[in-house]
């Protein structure tokens, strides 16, 4: 089969040319770069030269030249609801990296757009290509999950200057970031609730700390959620890694029958009567790579995306309640 004709918008998102690197993840999995476009043409054009595609600083000029098949739409956050409203007009399908917009109010506003219009949209919860979070979901499924008691997530990554290094110092800037670490990383965590749970969780608690940087953005934040059944999530994220090479992460689930817990290529799955070690398979695409790997599959297949407008207005939503319940306002 003929490769996806793909273009991404935005490319002055710090993913575009570094990790998870889509511009790369595109070509890996049945895909064509044929066009880059930024606001700042010079970057764009930079993007081009490494990566391949034609450079251009207008997105809606990009998308009525080339014609693309698939369109992984990026940009700095508070670019991104224009880039998505041209996207939708366009009527290609899109991946849009989360959150959209700097405020929850234009965030539902989008959803309620792709909806109306059938767009189709999705969004990299990356998280959700992971064994661990795979096996919660098929637990559930076969009902062996059990009861949910509680969930951790916690994600704390190195300090801010990588942001500047990567040509992303909008991200350490609440007006044009919308947020910090819990908009950036907490999200994963918030979307991860509603997916393994399958409820509407609510916040209960919340704080914020810009203590390491003393930005106007919080580099270290911790959120408890419930769900109506009773479910707590916690999630912790911070940039306060102390090394440029590491993390501090922990994803687990505890329910009444047994405790899942992510890591080290798989999953560890505990109950009563012991440990069961469940590796990922040879090949396995995880995280950004199984993103951009499903989505481009499911468009060459004619079906539906594996995520909803809703799912990101809801993520995004509990954010923005955080950092209400925060006294952030």
């Not at 509407?200 to 911790?222: H, K, M, R």
């Not at 912790?236 to 890591?263: K, Q």
Request: hydrophobic share 40%.
């Amino acid at each position: 089969m003929n490769p996806l004709r793909v273009a991404v918008a935005g490319v002055g998102h710090y993913h575009a040319a570094f990790t998870p690197v889509y511009l790369d993840l595109i070509k890996q999995h049945g895909g064509e770069l044929v066009a880059v476009a930024d606001s700042d043409l010079a970057l764009a054009e930079d993007r081009a030269r490494r990566f391949g595609g034609r450079a251009y600083r207008d997105v809606r000029r990009m998308l009525e030249i080339e014609g693309p098949d698939f369109v992984i739409g990026l940009g700095r956050h508070y670019e991104m609801p224009e880039i998505f409203r041209g996207l939708v007009e366009a009527g290609v399908p899109f991946l849009m990296e989360k959150p959209w917009g700097t405020d929850a109010a234009t965030v539902r506003e989008l959803a309620r757009l792709a909806e109306q219009r059938k767009a189709w949209v999705a969004t990299p919860f990356a998280f959700r290509y992971t064994l661990w979070a795979e096996t919660a979901r098929e637990l559930t499924q076969h009902g062996e999950l059990g009861r949910v008691s509680h969930i951790r997530f916690r994600m704390v990554r190195p300090g801010v200057q990588r942001y500047r290094d990567q040509d992303s110092a909008w991200m350490l800037s609440r007006r044009e970031a919308g947020g910090g670490v819990l908009l950036n990383l907490g999200v994963h965590g918030f979307d991860l609730a509603r997916y393994i749970t399958g409820e509407e969780p609510e916040v209960v608690s919340a704080v914020t700390s810009n203590a390491v940087f003393g930005l106007d953005i919080e580099d270290y934040a911790a959120v408890t959620l419930r769900t109506p059944s009773g479910a707590i999530c916690h999630v912790e994220v911070g940039y306060t890694y102390p090394s440029a090479a590491g993390r501090d992460d922990e994803r687990v689930v505890a329910t009444d029958r047994l405790l899942l817990r992510d890591g080290d290529g798989g999953c560890t799955i505990v109950r009563a009567g012991g440990e069961e070690r469940v590796a990922e398979p040879p090949g396995y695409a995880s995280m950004w790579a199984g993103v951009v790997a499903d989505c481009l599959g499911r468009v060459r297949r004619g079906e539906p995306p594996p995520t909803t407008p809703q799912d990101t207005a809801r993520a995004v939503g509990l954010v923005f309640e955080a950092y209400k319940g925060s006294g952030r306002g």
